[in-house]
């Protein structure tokens, strides 16, 4: 085996060691944090170096090719923004912040893992490393800020996923019972030999339950208001946004395996997106707490970006990675916002923003530039993500689900815009002012410039995006 094809998973591996053993004895909660840091920052070189690396491991069950090195560069850069937005861990108890950064590190291994798996059981494998570590950062919230919803999130957050994880593994054992192998390699062509079989597109659709829950996609979507509100704001950065991306790549493995003629997946995937869409909007719309409206909102953004999946054509699969990315770049920088503002780690409401721009006049920007671009203005990332979307749909023939996608985009505006209305048209009142350190502000220039630039210039990422494709859909590796 090359270790250079195995070589951020090993390093992941190593640091969940050292954070291990920093758990051990008396409480190492700054210790661990620069550990973590470190941790985060080599493994983004690590994921840069390795990145054009090619090959197969573990008995051709795990392939590395630019698909899953892309992505893999992804998650490495949304961990270290999602380490240092949260460095204060506010909401999070000092005894305990050496287990939280081992748990957090765990779940991205695991994700690091999904989207180089290319069996059935090695992919299952690494979603439930991903999710159970998951499972135990919500509850480890200070219950001073969390008032113990973090508990009743905690037992929502695992019910939903147990009962998610034994809808896939059912479905793979159709899959499984059908073909008689768990290599996605080989599952295609025996699939597409049985399409007009019912059981086929059962077992996929059941596969792809415990992916669209990791996305909060309707109507696998319960747990996600809850989970948001009750998680600390650093916990709920990271799962709003990095584990998304492992569940974006696995989906697109998946849908190659649908005949693009079978229209049967086309409607169900267009059925769930409206609802989705519908859902998320509307019900954000009476929200006043900041990250349960963030919820909503993501499960709104997950319709969306099912539009890419259901044209089943490279170019839609291409836009589904971008918006995704876009998705990831906005909603830290709305996560950074709140965790600043927010004084112990509390949950923000939207009326705490009130007077922002007088009292920390970057965050204001930074946080109106983030709920610009979610909603959909020019000429952020939001704008362009679901302009080629539609444009993409639309020219697939479905035009009655661009113009419903169209009315939520509108639906969206107003309470995106409330949240900015608040943060710039109201005075702070008696409100303190923010303090904020070198750090936060490079990190909340770097993310509204990659929001602008990323809405302005998108060839750059469109064409690795595209590259991963082809190289998901190539040869077969040696």
């Not at 270290?80 to 861990?89: D, P």
């Not at 650093?234 to 991306?245: D, H, M, Q, R």
């Not at 019900?283 to 990250?291: H, N």
Request: charged fraction near 10%; hydrophobic fraction near 55%; proline fraction near 4%.
């Amino acid at each position: 085996m090359k270790l250079e094809l195995f070589a951020p998973e090993l390093f992941l591996l190593l640091g969940s060691l050292v954070l291990f053993l920093l758990t051990l004895g008396e409480s190492r909660g700054n210790q661990s944090r620069a550990v973590a840091i470190a941790i985060g920052v080599i493994n983004l070189g690590l994921c840069l170096v390795c990145l054009d690396q090619q090959g197969v491991l573990f008995f051709r069950a795990y392939r590395v090719d630019l698909f899953s090195q892309f992505f893999k560069l992804i998650i490495a850069v949304g961990f270290l923004v999602v380490l240092l937005i949260g460095r204060s861990l506010k909401g999070v108890r000092d005894a305990v912040r050496p287990e939280y950064y081992l748990f957090m590190l765990l779940s991205v291994l695991g994700l690091v893992m999904l989207v180089s798996s290319v069996e059935l059981l090695s992919l299952l494998v690494a979603l439930e490393l991903s999710s159970f570590s998951l499972y135990l950062l919500v509850p480890m919230r200070d219950e001073a800020t969390g008032e113990r919803t973090q508990m009743e999130a905690a037992v929502k957050y695992i019910l939903f996923g147990v009962v998610a994880t034994a809808i896939m593994l059912f479905g793979m054992s159709y899959l499984f019972g059908l073909t008689g192998t768990t290599y996605l390699a080989t599952l295609l062509p025996h699939l597409r030999g049985m399409a007009d079989q019912p059981a086929v597109l059962v077992g996929i659709v059941m596969v792809m339950a415990g992916f669209f829950y990791k996305l909060g996609v309707f109507p696998l979507h319960f747990w996600v208001p809850d989970v948001y509100q009750g998680a600390s704001n650093e916990t709920t950065a990271f799962i709003a946004t990095v584990p998304k991306l492992g569940a974006v790549a696995l989906l697109i493995r998946f849908v190659t395996l649908v005949l693009p003629t079978d229209q049967t997946m086309p409607m169900l995937l267009t059925v769930l997106a409206v609802g989705s869409m519908f859902y998320g909007n509307l019900l954000a719309l009476v929200q006043k707490d900041i990250k349960r409206m963030l919820g909503y909102s993501g499960i709104a953004h997950a319709g969306y970006l099912l539009l890419g999946l259901l044209t089943f054509k490279d170019a839609g699969y291409v836009l589904a990675i971008y918006y995704i990315l876009g998705y990831l770049v906005m909603s830290l920088a709305c996560f950074l916002v709140i965790c600043k503002v927010s004084t112990q780690g509390e949950n923000l409401k939207i009326e705490d923003l009130t007077g922002l721009h007088q009292r920390a006049p970057l965050l204001a920007l930074t946080m109106a530039v983030g709920m610009f671009g979610l909603g959909g203005i020019p000429p952020f990332v939001g704008f362009m993500g679901k302009f080629m979307l539609l444009a993409q749909t639309l020219s697939h023939g479905y035009l009655t689900l661009v113009i419903l996608a169209a009315i939520n985009t509108a639906i969206s505006i107003y309470y995106y815009l409330s949240v900015v209305r608040v943060a710039y048209c109201t005075d702070p009142e008696a409100r303190p002012k923010v303090v904020m350190d070198g750090m936060t502000r490079l990190v909340s220039v770097v993310l509204m410039l990659l929001i602008l630039a990323m809405g302005v210039a998108p060839s750059n990422i469109l064409a690795m995006a595209a590259n991963a494709i082809l190289a998901l859909q190539g040869t077969p590796l040696p």
